[in-house]
């Protein structure tokens, strides 16, 4: 009988800004921290590699091609992974131990949708009705 418990990848943002009450020294710590955190979870094939994402960015847009990142200065996206778990609240629970959080940023975590876009279902994409 196989033990196997079925696993789902999460994509992982990082989001937000260091606290401005915390010492470079702090937030070093936490990050010194936070990569034999996230490198152990690697190991453990609890987390696949992701990266840190520079300042500039273009939007695209029926409009044409923009500077960005366009997000709110309090939401802006520093990085992104991708974790592994049996399902979603695994997954949020296993970020409340990445020693960033302490530090002021947050993480939004969102399932992979592997199905194709269809305009006749309705997604994250589809027009609100406001």
């Given at each position: ?13 990082s989001r937000g800004h260091w606290d401005k ?41 029926r409009s044409g091609i923009t500077d960005g ?62």
């Amino acid at each position: 009988m196989s033990n196997t418990s079925t696993k789902s990848k999460y994509l992982l943002l990082s989001r937000g800004h260091w606290d401005k009450n915390k010492s470079p020294e702090e937030i070093q710590t936490a990050i010194d921290d936070f990569y034999i955190w996230y490198n152990q979870l690697v190991a453990e094939g609890k987390f696949e590699p992701g990266h840190r994402l520079t300042t500039e960015g273009k939007l695209v847009s029926r409009s044409g091609i923009t500077d960005g990142p366009f997000t709110e200065t309090k939401e802006v996206i520093g990085g992104y992974w991708f974790i592994i778990a049996a399902n979603l609240q695994e997954a949020a629970t296993m970020m409340t131990q990445n020693p960033c959080v302490a530090c002021g940023l947050s993480f939004e975590i969102r399932p992979i949708e592997y199905e194709r876009a269809s305009a006749f279902k309705e997604s994250n994409e589809t027009p609100c009705d406001d």
